[in-house]
């Protein structure tokens, strides 16, 4: 099994930065891919960006392009968002994802326990 615990959520208004972290635990041997979900209240999660674990391939969703960055730390088992100018769109519950292939599944492996990000105007 593997164990994600996402931190950094919180509430910002829009323009401001936040940044999200995964801490990766267990069968980390099984990880081929990392990323971040998000859910807005009564809608599916959809994958807002991706990397893999150990190499630099990464997605991004077009709404997010140029303001959010991805990044891992494969050595210290550690994932992370940067997301700057964000927006009330972006309000969400974000959700770190583990998958054993890249690109991510629609339903990763493994998910965290969700934080929230809201953005007000």
């Known amino acids: 099994q593997v164990q994600l615990v996402e931190s950094g959520g919180g509430l910002v208004q829009a323009g401001d930065s936040l940044r999200l972290s995964c801490t990766v635990s267990?069968?980390?041997?099984?990880?081929?891919?990392m990323g971040w979900f998000r859910q807005d209240p009564g809608k599916e999660r959809v994958l807002v960006t991706a990397?893999?674990?150990?190499?630099?391939?990464?997605y991004y969703q077009d709404s997010v392009k140029g303001r959010f960055t991805i990044s891992r730390d494969s050595a210290k088992n550690t994932l992370s968002l940067q997301m700057n100018a964000l927006k009330p769109e972006d309000t969400a519950v974000y959700y770190c994802?583990?998958?054993?292939?890249?690109?991510?599944?629609?339903?990763?492996?493994?998910w965290g326990q969700g934080t929230q990000v809201t953005v007000s105007s």
């Open positions: 267990g069968r980390t041997f099984d990880i081929y891919g």
């Open positions: 994802a583990a998958d054993r292939q890249f690109p991510l599944r629609a339903e990763p492996a493994y």
């Open positions: 990397i893999g674990w150990s190499d630099d391939l990464t």
